[in-house]
């Protein structure tokens, strides 16, 4: 095979790459959910204050050096948390938009750090035979570059696992 033809091989799945990336959604989405033998009530409190998040989010351990900084009022409506750290949480904001108590948590999310993202986060607490079904879903868009990456990395999957683990902690978490 010439170089001029391995070039051109090159060439064409470079831009195969590139339109599949372009085609692909202008915005994500992700959901876990677990049913969890507690009240409702009792989860809502772990979830709605910023000052829990340690004992159940998955992110709070990948940075014993991370700096946490919660912002007026610790839960509910307007509370805010950021955080700065290491490559594997990066630097970051979250506001808590809304609540519903004991049913709903919705989040505001500013990635600024390893890339610039802004999304929303929503825990919805279902009663349910047993416990309380609790779901972790975050949606967003999708910039080109978060397409690019998606072509390559399932975010299904990483975030997925993140919530999975973050969920199960929140079970252990309310037993405690």
Not at 32 to 44: N, V
Not at 54 to 70: A, F, G, L, Q
Request: proline share 6%.
């Amino acid at each position: 095979m010439s170089l001029s033809a391995i070039i051109l091989l090159i060439l064409v799945v470079f831009v195969a790459i590139l339109v599949y990336a372009w085609t692909r959604p202008d915005t994500f989405s992700v959901q876990r959910s677990l049913t969890i033998a507690a009240p409702a009530e009792k989860l809502f409190a772990f979830i709605n204050d910023f000052n829990r998040w340690p004992d159940w989010s998955p992110y709070e351990h990948r940075d014993p050096n991370m700096k946490r900084t919660i912002g007026g009022a610790s839960n509910g409506k307007g509370a805010t948390y950021a955080w700065e750290g290491n490559k594997n949480v990066g630097k970051g904001r979250m506001e808590i938009l809304d609540t519903q108590p004991p049913s709903l948590i919705t989040i505001k999310l500013d990635f600024e750090q390893p890339f610039e993202a802004h999304n929303v986060a929503e825990l919805t607490l279902q009663p349910v035979a047993g416990g309380t079904n609790v779901t972790w879903a975050m949606r967003g868009p999708a910039s080109f570059m978060t397409k690019l990456i998606g072509s390559f990395m399932n975010m299904d999957k990483m975030v997925g696992k993140d919530f999975e683990a973050g969920l199960a902690k929140l079970k252990d978490a309310v037993k405690s």
